[in-house]
T-cell receptor, first 109, second 113 residues
Framework: RKEVEQDPGPFNVPEGATVAFNCTYSNSASQSFFWYRQDCRKEPKLLMSVYSSGNEDGRFTAQLNRASQYISLLIRDSKLSDSATYLCVVKAAGNKLTFGGGTRVLVKP | ETGVTQSPTHLIKTRGQQVTLRCSSQSGHNTVSWYQQALGQGPQFIFQYYREEENGRGNFPPRFSGLQFPNYSSELNVNALELDDSALYLC????????????FGPGTRLTVT
């Protein structure tokens, strides 16, 4: 079983719609969680950290469920510019970040 | 732009050869982490350098090695290249060893033929 698993998609989303997807992690000792965004042939960029209480940044909402060991990302009012691959990232003890394989989102007019 | 630079941007090597990739960290950052990203997959952690010492390593063989210099720039060396080493190699800089926020460079795309 992979340490961090994501549905690869693609999620085809009409512009203005809401899309949500999850990421599961296997290490119950994981301490920190992040969502990164990666555009085609570009480097990953931090989208947001995920806090235990859940957090929101504009149209983006992240949730953490420690009991079921998953995190989620919800995008409201999708824009064409939201088309990208969203990488789930988990940190256990130490300094190593473990990335999921990414979920591809395609927002269409 | 993150201020993290990598060179070269693209590289083609033959199986069995050796390669050196370079990364300049963002100003004020003393930690560099290296990742390998194969096509269609997420980045895989290779190792991290903090203040010129290796500070954690992923599941990569010893032919993957690195250095960090006093100015915190870093090199990734790969010996005896294999076809499966073809990937995008990313470096990320941060301040301190806890990856609260890492800033990635644009990557070096390595093709092994």
């Amino acid at each position: 079983r992979k340490e961090v698993e994501q549905d690869p998609g693609p999620f085809n989303v009409p512009e203005g719609a809401t899309v949500a997807f999850n990421c599961t992690y296997s290490n119950s000792a994981s301490q920190s969680f992040f969502w990164y965004r990666q555009d085609c042939r570009k480097e990953p960029k931090l989208l947001m950290s995920v806090y235990s209480s859940g957090n929101e940044d504009g149209r983006f909402t992240a949730q953490l469920n420690r009991a079921s060991q998953y995190i989620s990302l919800l995008i409201r009012d999708s824009k064409l510019s939201d088309s990208a691959t969203y990488l789930c990232v988990v940190k256990a003890a130490g300094n190593k970040l473990t990335f999921g394989g990414g979920t591809r989102v395609l927002v269409k007019p | 732009e993150t201020g993290v630079t990598q060179s070269p941007t693209h590289l083609i090597k033959t199986r069995g050869q050796q390669v050196t990739l370079r990364c300049s960290s963002q100003s004020g950052h003393n930690t560099v982490s290296w990742y390998q990203q194969a096509l269609g997959q997420g980045p895989q952690f290779i190792f991290q350098y903090y203040r010129e010492e290796e500070n954690g390593r992923g599941n990569f063989p010893p032919r993957f090695s690195g250095l960090q210099f006093p100015n915190y720039s870093s090199e990734l060396n790969v010996n005896a290249l294999e076809l499966d080493d073809s990937a995008l190699y990313l470096c990320a800089s941060s301040s301190g060893t806890l990856p609260v926020e890492q800033y990635f460079g644009p990557g070096t795309r390595l093709t092994v033929t």
